[in-house]
């Protein structure tokens, strides 16, 4: 016997009769003898629904909204959830009961609309599971230092799934969502992706942070950081998914694992700015204080070695925020202009088998100049190369590296 923890994204809940085949697909769990704990997102559609609620009452005020209050507002969506569950599996004939992040409870920090967890005390739900009840935990949610409700940002049910998991000791945690596993590309732009049986717990970090949108970056990291066995699977399909396990189990690692893209990108450039010590900390220190994450970074020396050129990118919607923040930091840093592009995308490879394979950089430079593609800036790891591209030739950068790497479906 396993002990399981399900999670259903909000598609997986989208209607009544799809809350009832969701609690069909965890009696037959609880019949084949596992324990089982689920986690549920709000209804497809209801979180944009209660945000809107939200701006609405605040605008009408000419307010900015109350976090505190914003929290206690969309954390409803996944509650109903639960509740609709619970209901659910108890027609079944099973023992369930719905759960608040409060209840358990999940202990966050104070940061309200993307809060961390600071702790789970799994006991309550063993307690539960070890007498034949389901819980059905809300996602999305947890409790402050305040016992205020705090909600953990967009895709939090996952980490909050992988979360219960690791306090439970659960065998693995099941993330049914409306794709049937992780592919080497995208589906939508590479018919010929295929689909990956296992997926190491770096590769899948890597591509989730570079575009990816299968698991959300944190709950990856929480998975890895706790040794969470996690399997990303279709709810709608009766299929195996990926399951996401350690470097060491798998059989041969592929060079390249997978190619994705994010369009959500923009790239600026600051023009002759003194070539001191101190001017990078001068750069991106205002935009950390500004919460404004930072992604490529490359710098340009001039000949006389005076000067350099500072080039980044920030995610698109933060554009204009950083335009304001540098024009009230020209004097200080004392560059001489800022241009800024819009119009990019990042095109990345990830794969394990880079650690110990040479000419994985020079293939995708070949095949991105064999589709005349230029490459405005390059970035990399262990296991990823990064390269920042005019966003029209996205797609056919996506498809032309995932031939090149031989990744296409036979």
């Not at 993307?114 to 809300?138: C, F, H, S, W």
């Not at 009766?238 to 470097?247: A, H, I, Q, R, Y």
Request: overall charge negative.
């Amino acid at each position: 016997m396993s002990r399981i923890v399900m999670k259903f994204g909000g598609t997986s809940v989208a209607t009544t009769e799809r809350i009832r085949i969701v609690a069909a697909r965890v009696a037959r769990e609880v019949k084949a003898g596992h324990e089982v704990a689920v986690v549920v997102s709000a209804m497809a559609g209801e979180t944009n629904k209660l945000v809107a609620y939200v701006d609405e009452v605040a605008n009408g005020y000419g307010l900015l909204h109350d976090y505190s209050e914003y929290d206690s507002i969309v954390a409803s969506g996944e509650i109903v959830t639960a509740g609709l569950t619970a209901l659910a599996l108890q027609g079944l004939g099973l023992k369930s009961r719905s759960w608040q992040g409060w209840q358990i409870p999940i202990r966050t920090d104070l940061a309200h609309g993307k809060a961390r967890i600071d702790e789970i005390n799994g006991e309550l739900l063993i307690e539960a599971m070890e007498e034949g009840v389901i819980p059905v935990i809300a996602g999305f949610q947890g409790v402050n230092q305040l016992d205020r409700v705090a909600t953990l940002g967009r895709g939090g049910s996952d980490t909050s799934a992988v979360a219960i998991a690791a306090a439970i000791n659960a065998d693995r945690c099941d993330i049914f969502t409306d794709v049937d596993g992780v592919y080497t590309a995208d589906p939508r732009i590479v018919p010929k992706a295929r689909k990956l049986q296992q997926i190491t717990y770096e590769e899948m970090l890597e591509l989730a942070s570079v575009g990816a949108k299968v698991l959300q970056t944190r709950s990856v990291e929480m998975a890895m950081k706790h040794q969470v066995r996690v399997q990303v699977l279709s709810s709608f399909e009766d299929k195996p998914g990926t399951m996401m396990v350690e470097e060491e189990e798998m059989m041969e690692h592929e060079l390249v694992s997978g190619i994705t893209s994010d369009r959500n990108e923009a790239k600026v450039t600051l023009l002759e700015l003194a070539d001191r010590p101190g001017v990078a900390a001068g750069v991106f220190g205002p935009l950390n204080d500004a919460n404004i994450n930072v992604d490529m970074i490359v710098q340009n020396i001039s000949v006389d070695g005076k000067t350099t050129d500072m080039t980044f990118t920030v995610p698109r919607i933060e554009l204009a925020r950083t335009l304001a923040l540098f024009e009230t930091q020209k004097t200080k840093l004392g560059y001489k202009a800022i241009q800024t592009d819009g119009n990019v995308a990042k095109v990345s490879v990830v794969g394990v088998g880079m650690r110990s394979h040479a000419g994985v950089a020079l293939t995708m430079f070949q095949a991105l100049g064999k589709e005349s593609i230029n490459i405005l800036v390059i970035s990399t790891s262990e296991i990823k190369i990064s390269v920042l591209i005019e966003e029209k030739y996205t797609e056919l950068a996506v498809r032309a590296l995932h031939s090149a790497y031989g990744l296409d479906a036979q």
